[in-house]
């Protein structure tokens, strides 16, 4: 296992703007509520306590106080042979994976830029396999040459033959995210094994502000009751999707992530998550989050403290 440990300790908020923050977002799901569709999941919360008023879902504090309790606070995850790889909690440890979704790949033998093809995803798999400070690999790629259908499923087929390590993955859709649980089941010996030693672990996200689409509700579903780690990330951008403040950012955020938390736990209790935060700005010129625009790396940080404040695994 190639753990790499934390040595700097920079703290942005703070103890008193953390509370402050967290006291906030209680605010907001119980006075102002998600944008929540799905029915099974929105039943699921009624029986616990939330407030159903139509489409909008309110949540008690004692609701979210009650997640936070039973939700775990260290993720294990392993190899694809069942070997302990990243053990992720709110200590020192620090764990490097690769991106994915890429459009185009930069050919190493032309060294021209061309359409991602299925073929190429060994090729990244085994570099990243290779590389000793490269924990986990996201399934990669968008496959010009596979059907979209099941362009998900077959990443996930080609990352898994040529990836020993852990599998960090995406869906295009609902109903593949179970198929692909079902294929990472089989490679682990049957699902109960694939609970007691996670080699993936999903990716999915609400969509801010505030709102949590039938995709992403399903996909928290479906990870809680397979019990397979999921990492739920609002992507906000200050001043378009979120406020224009990384405070009021943070805040909406923490709520979302906070929602996610409570949807697990109502569904499967113990079932694990990860919490993911990226407030970045909005550039009004090109109407993009920016990825390099030093607020955004400002707030994530942040979050993290926010992640630690709970005791999660953070991502």
């Known amino acids: 296992m190639s753990t790499i440990v934390r040595t700097l300790n920079a703290p942005i908020l703070g103890q008193e703007n953390i509370e402050k923050i967290h006291e906030a977002s209680l605010y907001l799901l119980e006075h102002v509520g998600m944008k929540m569709t799905g029915d099974r999941t929105i039943e699921k919360l009624g029986e616990k306590g939330a407030v159903i008023e139509g489409d909008v879902i309110k949540f008690p504090r004692k609701m979210v106080e009650a997640a936070l309790e039973t939700v775990p606070k260290e993720v294990t995850l392993y190899t694809r042979d069942g070997q302990p790889n990243m053990i992720i909690n709110s200590k020192n440890n620090v764990y490097f994976g690769t991106h994915a979704d890429q459009l185009e790949f930069l050919d190493y033998k032309t060294n021209i830029a061309r359409a991602y093809r299925k073929d190429d995803i060994k090729t990244m798999c085994k570099l ?131 929602a996610g938390v409570v949807i697990t736990q109502v569904i499967n209790e113990g079932a694990p998550i990860i919490y993911g935060s990226m407030p970045t700005v909005f550039d009004m010129q090109t109407t993009v989050g920016s990825y390099a625009a030093p607020e955004f790396h400002l707030a994530i940080a942040a979050a993290a403290e926010m992640a630690d404040y709970y005791g999660l695994p953070f991502y």
């Open 128 to 258: 990243a396999d290779s590389l000793p400070n490269i924990s986990f690999i996201l399934s990669v790629g968008m496959c010009s040459d596979v059907d979209p259908a099941v362009q998900s499923q077959v990443t996930f087929l080609e990352t898994v033959k040529n990836f020993s390590k852990t599998i960090n993955f995406s869906t295009n859709d609902i109903e593949s995210l179970q198929e692909i649980i079902d294929i990472a089941a089989v490679v682990a010996g049957g699902h109960a094994a694939l609970q007691e030693k996670p080699f993936i672990f999903n990716y999915c996200e609400p969509i801010p502000p505030l709102t949590h689409p039938l995709e992403s509700t399903e996909k928290l579903y479906i990870s809680a009751m397979n019990r397979i780690p999921v990492v739920y990330m609002p992507y906000s951008m200050m001043g378009g999707t979120a406020p224009v403040t990384i405070a009021g950012a943070l805040t909406q955020n923490n709520a979302e992530i906070l």
